[in-house]
């Protein structure tokens, strides 16, 4: 069970940050890294509970993690300028 709520937070993190990426706000990106953090706990669990194929198991977080920050640091990269052009004064 907890390996399918472990999983279905994973996909979900991967989209959180897909959709945070295309159009970002500060709440998409506290989902982005509730979920992360989520994934990061119940895989550490799995691994702890379970230690096998601990090799695989890591090259796999740290794809995923790859994935995840990819799209994560572009949504926070595309809000920082959002963030700057609204101070901007007009000239």
């Given amino acids: 069970m907890i390996l399918l709520m472990h999983i279905l937070i994973a996909l979900s993190s991967i ?4 959709v ?7 709440i998409k990106l506290s989902l982005t890294y509730g979920l ?10 799995l691994v ?3 230690p096998v194929h601990l090799t695989r ?14 799209g994560t640091l ?7 300028r959002q963030a700057a052009r609204a ?3 007009n000239v």
Avoid: D, F, K, W
């Fill in 15 to 18: 989209v959180a940050s897909g």
């Fill in 20 to 26: 945070a990426a295309l159009a970002p706000t500060r």
């Fill in 36 to 45: 992360i953090g989520a994934t990061l706990a119940s895989g550490t669990y």
């Fill in 48 to 50: 702890v509970s379970h």
């Fill in 57 to 70: 198991t890591c090259l796999t977080g740290l794809v995923y993690l790859g994935v995840v920050m990819v």
């Fill in 74 to 80: 572009a949504a926070e990269r595309s809000l920082a």
């Fill in 87 to 89: 101070n901007r004064p």
